[in-house]
């Protein structure tokens, strides 16, 4: 709907290349998985609401179009990283980017999600008017232009890291390296690297996903790790899924299958954290018994951390463990002194030997698409924000984000939180309500960090991480049941959300 009506009242003047003035109810920021998720629910939920999807790239699909490297795929399962509204049908559970990606652009397409998409626009800075009840959010073309919009509610789904760059550490000697150093994040397309010796740094999903992948066309590859991670082999595909789908058809199979996956996630998760001790010791005899009894498998296998202190590494069919086990890869454990003229030195002594050298060492946060959020002239940053039920924040109107799962696939939580916005527009209106501002008035909630894992991007970002509160609804679960039970079924007046209408301030309490 454009309204060219609008009063505009952004807190930044408009500057002379300002231009277009659209009006929508809602506007999602991000063509990815969740905001595609949510895009589903509004046309499905709300069906009056007029939204567009501002999308700073020129495609569709966020992470699942940006990571182009050899054998790039999902590590958690397709069941629950798929869509609670469209199956995922195909029989790998564990399924390679390029899938994935069809499957987004897909259901995009099937229900018309596409044709909302306005490419090309980063959105720069949002600017919220009590006195109108409105965003104003300004977006840049590529070519610099600004284009203003305003929109009653704003739906943040820019994912959580830095598409610019990974996070690459600050070597000594990089300059006296002759090959490529490669970041998985920058993959090349014309990067040839069959028949090459090739050094992946980093233990993380991304290099226990490129190693084997690798491995298939190189020489040799050697994963170089500072410190090992939790490895486990799963089937790549669901062994329940492919029972039933013959008796029962896909869809009640795939049913099935999301719930068992959802289920067994939450036990294994919380019996890692009872039980961290017992939990090792079975994940490292699973290796060594996957390595087989020539190879030490504590020696590159035994993190120093309990697992799920970092989110756990997935490998499809010991792929991984296979590829060691046939010498064509090989694991070392040590540090980076620095880059030589053949490859890296180790503070070890050791020299490594490489053509060509992949940085599998991970993201750089970015939170909310790394756009200015202002409130009636006051910015706010996530940093500073206090989550209200992992989604809405204290303090700040009308605006949610996804952030999903730490220890499960992101989709689960993007669904949920896609559900409870369309509730809370939907209560909201026929209320007559304008604006709903997360309040937080109990003085003995306890502001914490909001994630506690430890792995790197999150250890490095934490101080741009929002903070959680020590009661309902400022808790932050890492626990789909949980989750259903606040953002599905939870009541929306629940005390804490402020309701108002233009010029007056209605309590729902
Ligand atoms: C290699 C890799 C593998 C992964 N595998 C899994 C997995 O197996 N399971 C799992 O649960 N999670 C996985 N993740 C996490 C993954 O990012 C999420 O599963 C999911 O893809 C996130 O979707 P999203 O739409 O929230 O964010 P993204 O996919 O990051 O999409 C965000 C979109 O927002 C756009 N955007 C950002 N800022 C702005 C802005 N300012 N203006 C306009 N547009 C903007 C981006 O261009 C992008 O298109 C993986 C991540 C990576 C990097």
């Not at 090792?280 to 202190?309: C, M, T, V």
């Not at 296979?322 to 002594?349: C, H």
């Not at 409130?375 to 605006?399: C, F, H, R, W």
């Amino acid at each position: 709907m454009v309204d060219s009506r609008a009063p505009i009242e952004a807190s930044s003047p408009p500057t002379g290349d300002q231009r277009i003035i659209e009006h929508f109810d809602v506007l999602i920021v991000g063509a990815g998985l969740s905001g595609i998720s949510a895009a589903y629910h509004l046309q499905k939920e709300c069906p009056s609401k007029t939204f567009t999807i501002l999308e700073a790239r020129e495609s569709i699909g966020g992470t699942w179009d940006l990571f182009r490297y050899p054998g790039v795929r999902s590590d958690s399962d397709m069941y629950t990283l798929g869509y609670c509204f469209r199956p995922w049908r195909q029989a790998k559970a564990i399924a390679d980017g390029p899938s994935i990606l069809s499957y987004i652009r897909e259901t995009a397409r099937e229900f018309g999600i596409d044709r909302k998409i306005r490419y090309g626009l980063r959105v720069k800075l949002a600017s919220w008017s009590s006195a109108l009840a409105k965003w104003t959010v300004q977006a840049a073309l590529p070519t610099g232009t600004t284009v203003r919009f305003t929109s009653n509610f704003l739906f943040v789904c820019s994912g959580y890291y830095d598409y610019t760059e990974g996070y690459m550490p600050d070597w000594p000697g990089t300059d006296q390296y002759p090959g490529r150093i490669v970041h998985p994040q920058q993959w090349p397309e014309d990067l040839v690297y069959q028949g090459k010796r090739i050094v992946v740094i980093g233990s993380g999903a991304t290099a226990v996903t490129l190693v084997p992948a690798l491995a298939q066309a190189a020489s040799h590859v050697t994963m170089l790790q500072r410190s090992p991670t939790y490895i486990v082999s799963r089937p790549s595909e669901d062994a329940l899924a492919k029972w039933l789908r013959p008796k029962l058809g896909a869809r009640l199979a795939w049913c099935f299958a999301r719930w068992k996956n959802v289920l067994w996630g939450m036990y294994f998760y919380n019996l890692a954290r009872r039980k961290p001790d017992e939990t090792k010791r079975r994940i490292l005899r699973l290796a060594q018994r996957q390595l087989g009894p020539g190879y030490n498998a504590r020696e590159h296998f035994s993190p120093r951390y309990n697992p799920w202190d970092q989110r756990l590494c997935i490998v499809p069919d010991a792929d991984l463990f296979l590829a060691i086990r046939l010498g064509k890869v090989s694991i070392v454990t040590d540090e980076i002194e620095t880059f030589t003229e053949k490859g890296v030195r180790l503070k070890s002594g050791d020299e490594l030997e490489a053509d060509l050298i992949v940085t599998a060492t991970g993201l750089k946060l970015k939170l909310w698409g790394g756009m200015q959020v202002i409130v009636d002239g006051i910015p706010v940053s996530p940093a500073q924000a206090l989550s209200y039920k992992g989604t809405m924040y204290s303090e700040i109107p009308n605006l949610a984000s996804v952030f999903g799962y730490i220890n499960a696939s992101w989709t689960l939580k993007a669904d949920l939180i896609a559900e409870y916005v369309c509730r809370l527009l939907n209560y909201m209106d026929a209320r007559g309500y304008d604006t709903c501002t997360p309040r937080k008035r109990d003085p003995a909630v306890v502001e914490k960090p909001a994630i506690s894992f430890t792995s790197g991007y999150l250890q490095r970002g934490r101080d741009a991480l929002p903070k959680q509160g020590s009661k309902k609804p400022w808790k932050l679960h890492q626990n789909y049941a949980l989750d259903m039970l606040e953002l599905r079924f939870a009541r929306i007046d629940d005390g804490f959300m402020e309701f108002t209408r233009l010029g007056r301030v209605r309590r729902a309490v």
